[in-house]
């Protein structure tokens, strides 16, 4: 899969207190989970409708529209991204791509606004994508990622729960990599991890190893771990 995740800094993560003006209907996850007036519904078909004469079948037409919606993410252009993603699972609601897109995008969208809420949702439609792909070491890790984020926002916060989130990250993170053990994207996200933990030589390892195969990490990430990495040898 082309497509890599979008890794927040060290030192820029923060997760914002105040909510944002609530974000239009086909710009949620699966339409907000809201029932359809009939004149949507009506819409929702003429669209199906049309879809399935351009591609042939619906599953077709969500594959097409879910790689639309990667190609706009990959423009950072996450609006349109979700309506994109939306109407992937509008025509197919089986296809694990959707489900992804839903993930990341509300997991970034922690950054900004109701941090806990959008890393559960994140959690949850990356674990629906998981269970209909779970072949695909790529959604393991996004979805160790999104533990990895909780784990943050709980150990930040001062609640329980911070250490739970770490041990599902890592248990993810481990049977992803017997899946991919050559994929660079699942060291460089399991790097982040062990910052969290606080385990910075760890955390090393796993970046070498990413990047050694490839992996191009945040250079604020680089900077953060080499400064926690000369803090600790000079305590030594």
Not at 197 to 216: C, N, P, Q, S, V
Request: net charge positive; charged share 25%.
């Amino acid at each position: 899969m082309k497509r890599i995740i979008v890794i927040v800094s060290i030192s820029s993560l923060c997760f914002g207190i105040a909510g944002c003006a609530s974000t239009a209907i086909n710009e949620q996850p699966m339409y907000g989970g809201l029932e359809k007036s009939k004149e949507i519904q009506k819409k929702d078909q003429g669209f199906i409708d049309w879809a399935v004469k351009e591609f042939g079948t619906r599953e077709k037409a969500s594959k097409d529209a879910a790689d639309r919606g990667w190609q706009s993410y990959h423009n950072n252009d996450l609006s349109t991204a979700m309506k994109r993603f939306n109407q992937a699972w509008l025509l197919d609601s089986s296809n694990a791509q959707a489900y992804w897109g839903f993930g990341i995008i509300v997991g970034i969208r922690a950054a900004e606004n109701h941090p806990e809420e959008n890393l559960n949702e994140s959690i949850k439609f990356l674990q629906m994508a998981y269970d209909k792909d779970p072949a695909n070491a790529r959604i393991m890790a996004d979805l160790a990622h999104s533990h990895t984020k909780k784990g943050y926002f709980l150990k930040w916060k001062h609640k329980i729960g911070d250490e739970d989130e770490f041990s599902k990250a890592q248990l993810i993170f481990a049977n992803a990599a017997k899946i991919a053990p050559a994929d660079p994207t699942i060291n460089g996200l399991w790097s982040i991890l062990y910052f969290y933990k606080e385990d910075y030589i760890r955390a090393k390892e796993k970046l070498d190893t990413a990047i050694a195969a490839g992996y191009k990490p945040e250079p604020l990430y680089v900077k953060d771990l080499n400064k926690k990495l000369k803090n600790l040898s000079g305590a030594k």
